[in-house]
């Protein structure tokens, strides 16, 4: 079974709308970290924002939030106010703690693609 | 955040030959990191180490070595590259603090002929 899965392949979205990227993720330990990366076609990961599990309020960074929804399993990022320069792919990851070297987990990604 | 170098960024080479990709970072970090991705795919992990003289294989299995004689630096090396080695590997260390986090170099784009 996947770990983590990121359902939408691609989204669109228009400049200055929110949008939310899915994830879910799948762990039996009650210690584990959530990750969002953002990758432009340029290539490299650019850490976005970061959820611990026993974090009792949503993460946010700026534009970024996350929609941690902990019984659900799910750990949605949430863009506001979209930009051109947001287009990319965004990768959710967990990290578990039975994972001694901070290993990470990636889902498949989601394509984002923000029209002017 | 880490400062992370890779070179080469683009390498174009012929089957057979010995590849050495450079994975550098200036903060002293023990933890570091190797990823294959196939383009718009998701990330796999080859490689770890969490110090010197200290290697893993990841979750991916693959014909490359690495190596940490130094803290700062994680060298991937594939002794006879072939077209099944295209991708880009992506090298990371992690940072300190709670939240674990890895910080990314910017990538090697291999092609194989």
């Known amino acids: 079974a996947q770990k983590i899965t990121q359902t939408q392949p691609g989204m669109f979205v228009q400049e200055k709308e929110a949008v939310t990227l899915d994830c879910t993720y799948d762990t039996s330990d009650p210690s584990y970290g959530l990750f969002w990366y953002k990758q432009p076609s340029s290539g490299e990961m650019i850490f976005l924002i970061y959820?611990?599990?026993?974090?009792?309020q949503n993460a946010t960074e700026g534009r970024y939030s996350l929609n941690f929804q902990k019984a659900r399993k799910s750990a949605n990022l949430v863009i506001s106010a979209s930009q051109l320069g947001d287009s990319a792919m965004y990768f959710c990851?967990?990290?578990?703690?039975?994972?001694?070297?901070?290993?990470?987990?990636f889902g498949k990604g989601t394509m984002l693609l923000v029209s002017p | 955040e880490a400062d992370i170098y890779q070179t080469p960024r683009y390498l174009v080479i012929g089957t057979g030959k010995k590849i050495t990709l450079e994975c550098s970072q200036t903060?002293?970090?023990?933890?570091m990191y190797w990823y294959q991705q196939d383009p718009g795919m998701e990330l796999h992990l080859i490689h770890y180490?969490?110090?010197?003289?200290?290697?893993e294989k990841g979750d991916l299995s693959s014909e490359s070595t690495v190596s940490r004689i130094r803290t700062e630096h994680f060298p991937l090396t594939l002794e006879s590259a072939r077209p099944s080695h295209t991708s880009q590997y992506l090298c990371?260390?992690?940072?300190?603090?709670?939240?674990?986090?890895?910080?990314f170099g910017p990538g090697t784009r291999l092609t194989v002929l």
């Open positions: 990371a260390c992690t940072g300190t603090g709670v939240t674990d986090t890895q910080y």
């Open positions: 903060m002293g970090h023990d933890k």
């Open positions: 990851a967990m990290r578990e703690p039975n994972s001694g070297y901070s290993t990470l987990t």
């Open positions: 180490s969490y110090g010197v003289n200290s290697t």
């Open positions: 959820q611990g599990s026993y974090d009792q």
